[in-house]
């Protein structure tokens, strides 16, 4: 909004207030680099240094290929079980809820309404609502440590169905009818013109589901129990149950920068179209 | 859906396109929704043998428990404590940063990226700033006469709690206001400066009404967070203590069930939990009137 008028104190207070709030924002994350770059013997040293010291190297190699004794798998691993989950999560979520979207708008078949409202009811059940039921059957089909019981369980998504049905239904009907016209499959009309030009929604989503993947804690906490399997967030807190010995802080600190690298490298190169597709949420 | 769109016809792809999504739904969410529903009239026999049709008697018993009706106190007060705090500080930045002509672009990229970071890793972070021994605030606090220690005191446990869940949800709540108030129309304001409106005024009656389906919008999405994703923060930074201070309900959802084992109890609460979201998703779809009209 262009300012109407001007009021110099209120700008610069503007101003002052803004940079309070992006350090707020970003003290604690960097005080966990901080954390990150020194030896331990430097955090236990309360205050611990407020500038990055020269270990940053060593705690980060160490993390990633040896990460803390006791956990039994390295922060490299458990990054990649991590990175491996939001990517089945989020591409998982995309491909299923967009070949339902394109059942529900472009085909009229019987029961259409009742699979309808069946995805719709995934909103009421969140995985926190059903977890011991859920794990019972995870654990039957015998899922549990791997990574399909990791991904599958929270994959359906009424969110994205919704979305991309909204979108299908604003393109213009010429599209569908002139490549009927041209005698193309339904398949055909999907892969050629129908996945093409949802290229930006699809994005737009990817950013979003990609954290939500990411940021999934209590559905790993229950079905992984092999370390091979923790993802990073699980392992974090394993670093962290250390009884009466001394966490690692170093490590622990490593391993969480580590842990927020990938959202918050996704949110900032899609920056324009992560804020599109929250936004779209709310519509 | 109402309109009649070009159509393909084929009696078996439609089919095909559904399964997957219809398969995983069915067998990991209705099945086991229906079983939680269904464990919750039941009851196990002291061998674990048996189930035992009881009932209403698990809810009877739940809402006696004084353990339960304190998590219940204690979400209701933790989601408060959270939505005053990141509806407050959400809008306030994004009106500073739709204010901000110059850097509003730097602003806004500083403010939304602790959205990408998970709770559980809110979580550890604040828990470390807070480390009674070794953290930089409570280093401060101890020199300020101020004795921190989240895992011994009940007040101190539910702040750092709330902190954490806050720090992160603010990033959302600001990214809404912010897009809301960039729909608003310039002109608006601008009739309203020329009839003399000063800022404030222009604010309270204009741009807050205006603002009112997105704040909305966010005390739901507050809630959900606050009740059901901030589960991360508590088993990292508190467990649920110290004493029972942050044992909101999903939290005591998980460890009856799977701490302490009992089935019963455990799905009676899964299921209050379950009628919690979706009064939310109705209330949600009543008032926005959103598409999924059927």
Do not use: C
Not at chain 1, 30 to 43: G, K, M, Q, R
Not at chain 2, 218 to 244: A, D, E, K, R, W
Request: hydrophobic letters at 55%.
């Amino acid at each position: 909004m262009a300012m109407v008028e001007r009021y110099p104190v209120l700008t610069f207070f503007t101003h002052v207030m803004l940079i309070i709030g992006v350090f707020i924002f970003a003290f604690p994350i960097y005080i966990v680099f901080v954390a990150s770059s020194v030896p331990l013997a430097e955090i236990m040293r309360a205050p611990m240094p407020i500038i990055p010291g020269t270990q940053i190297l060593q705690n980060y190699s160490t993390a990633i290929m040896t990460g803390v004794a006791d956990v039994g798998a390295s922060s490299g691993r458990m990054l990649m079980n991590s990175i491996i989950m939001a990517l089945g999560v989020s591409g998982g979520k995309i491909v299923i809820s967009m070949f339902a979207a394109f059942a529900f708008v472009f085909f009229r078949f019987p029961f259409r309404q009742v699979f309808f409202w069946a995805i719709f009811i995934t909103l009421m059940l969140p995985v926190q609502v059903r977890i011991l039921p859920t794990y019972e059957v995870v654990a039957n089909l015998g899922m549990l440590d791997s990574y399909a019981g990791l991904i599958l369980p929270i994959i359906p998504s009424a969110t994205a169905t919704f979305l991309f049905r909204q979108y299908f239904m604003s393109i213009p009907k010429e599209l569908p009818d002139s490549a009927k016209v041209d005698g193309a499959t339904p398949m055909r009309f999907f892969w050629s013109i129908l996945v093409p030009i949802s290229k930006t929604t699809f994005a737009a989503l990817f950013v979003i589901l990609f954290i939500f993947g990411w940021n999934q804690y209590l559905w790993p906490l229950l079905v992984t129990t092999k370390e091979q399997y923790y993802t990073l967030l699980i392992g974090i807190n394993r670093m962290l149950a250390v009884g009466d010995q001394q966490a690692e802080w170093q490590i622990i600190m490593a391993s969480t920068i580590l842990a927020m690298l990938p959202p918050i490298f996704v949110v900032m190169s899609m920056r324009s179209l992560f804020i599109q597709g929250m936004t779209e949420q709310e519509k | 859906m109402a309109d009649n769109r070009a159509i393909f016809s084929n009696k078996f792809l439609p089919y095909v396109l559904v399964f997957p999504q219809i398969a995983i739904v069915g067998v990991f969410f209705l099945w086991p929704g229906f079983q939680a529903v269904l464990l919750s009239v039941f009851r196990e026999d002291a061998f674990g043998t048996r189930r035992v049709f009881v009932g209403m008697e698990n809810f009877v018993r739940l809402f006696a428990n004084e353990s339960y009706l304190n998590s219940m106190r204690v979400t209701f007060f933790f989601s408060i404590s959270v939505m005053v705090i990141v509806i407050s500080l959400g809008l306030f930045f994004a009106v500073l940063a739709d204010r901000a002509i110059r850097g509003s672009n730097f602003y806004t990229t500083m403010i939304i990226w602790p959205y990408a970071v998970a709770p559980a890793v809110s979580g550890v972070m604040w828990m470390f700033l807070f480390n009674p021994t070794i953290g930089v605030i409570s280093h401060f606090l101890d020199l300020a006469g101020f004795n921190w220690n989240h895992a011994l005191n009940p007040t101190h446990g539910f702040i750092i709690v709330t902190l954490a869940a806050s720090w992160k949800q603010i990033a959302y709540n600001f990214l809404f206001f912010l897009a809301g108030l960039q729909n608003i129309p310039p002109s608006l304001i601008e009739s309203a400066a020329i009839d003399g409106a000063k800022p404030r005024t222009r604010f309270w009656r204009i741009l807050f009404p205006l603002l009112s389906p997105t704040t909305f919008f966010l005390v739901i999405m507050n809630v959900m967070y606050s009740f059901f994703l901030t589960f991360g923060i508590i088993h990292q930074v508190t467990q649920g203590g110290p004493g029972q201070a942050t044992n909101i309900l999903v939290y005591k959802v998980y460890r009856d069930g799977f701490v302490n084992l009992n089935l019963g109890a455990s799905s009676a609460q899964s299921v209050v939990l379950m009628a919690i979201v979706i009064g939310l998703t109705f209330i949600q779809f009543h008032f926005f009137e959103r598409k999924v009209h059927y």
